[in-house]
T-cell receptor, first 111, second 113 residues
Framework: KAGVTQTPRYLIKTRGQQVTLSCSPISGHRSVSWYQQTPGQGLQFLFEYFSETQRNKGNFPGRFSGRQFSNSRSEMNVSTLELGDSALYLC??????????FGSGTRLTVV | AQSVTQLDSHVSVSEGTPVLLRCNYSSSYSPSLFWYVQHPNKGLQLLLKYTSAATLVKGINGFEAEFKKSETSFHLTKPSAHMSDAAEYFCVVSFFYGQNFVFGPGTRLSVLP
């Protein structure tokens, strides 16, 4: 059974640019969540999608957005990148009550 | 509000000795609790979960955790550490079956030869 797939694994962008990250959940999982991991702030919840609807949202500025498609694949977008957006972005898919399976993440570096 | 405290930012043990990673939580409701492990430059792997069934939960790789409601704790243990256990461990609380996980700050486990 394939795991959670995140692409790309690594990205380097310059300040002011925008970026789109992709996540393919485990087949059959309808819930996809996104997290940002930085050394200073740890793991922080960005948002969760279920059946193409945003169900929960963390405390991040509007520059961070996401969406989910009918096949449960999800994308997150960050516009007007700042140096502080450099982080490991993790996607997780799951079934209610069973916990989440995480992907290996996309490491974004903003220069 | 929910919160998770991991009392030690770094734990160092010798190979073959027991491991204890401490976690306390705060939740207004009956929580679901999880332990995840993250090896360097890797994603997070689920070790074990508590979702209001047995209070002693067994996970992968010989880890187990005990839910103690009176102490609001969910400490992770392993009888004998292995070099491959060196990683970052995260305690996670969720009161609505996996929605909106709240992560603890993490405990880095070092295993000395």
């Amino acid at each position: 059974k394939a795991g959670v797939t995140q692409t790309p694994r690594y990205l380097i962008k310059t300040r002011g640019q925008q970026v789109t990250l992709s996540c393919s959940p485990i087949s059959g999982h309808r819930s996809v969540s996104w997290y940002q991991q930085t050394p200073g702030q740890g793991l922080q919840f960005l948002f969760e999608y279920f059946s193409e609807t945003q169900r929960n949202k963390g405390n991040f500025p509007g520059r961070f957005s996401g969406r989910q498609f009918s096949n449960s694949r999800s994308e997150m977008n960050v516009s007007t990148l700042e140096l502080g957006d450099s982080a490991l972005y993790l996607c997780a898919s799951g079934l209610m009550g069973y916990g989440y399976t995480f992907g290996s993440g996309t490491r974004l570096t903003v220069v | 509000a929910q919160s998770v405290t991991q009392l030690d930012s770094h734990v160092s043990v010798s190979e073959g000795t027991p491991v204890l990673l401490r976690c306390n939580y705060s939740s207004s409701y009956s929580p679901s609790l999880f332990w995840y492990v993250q090896h360097p430059n890797k994603g997070l792997q689920l070790l074990l979960k508590y979702t209001s069934a047995a209070t002693l939960v067994k996970g992968i790789n010989g880890f187990e955790a005990e839910f103690k409601k009176s102490e609001t704790s969910f400490h992770l243990t392993k009888p004998s550490a292995h070099m491959s256990d060196a990683a970052e461990y995260f305690c996670v609380v969720s009161f609505f079956y996996g929605q909106n996980f709240v992560f603890g700050p993490g405990t880095r486990l070092s295993v000395l030869p």
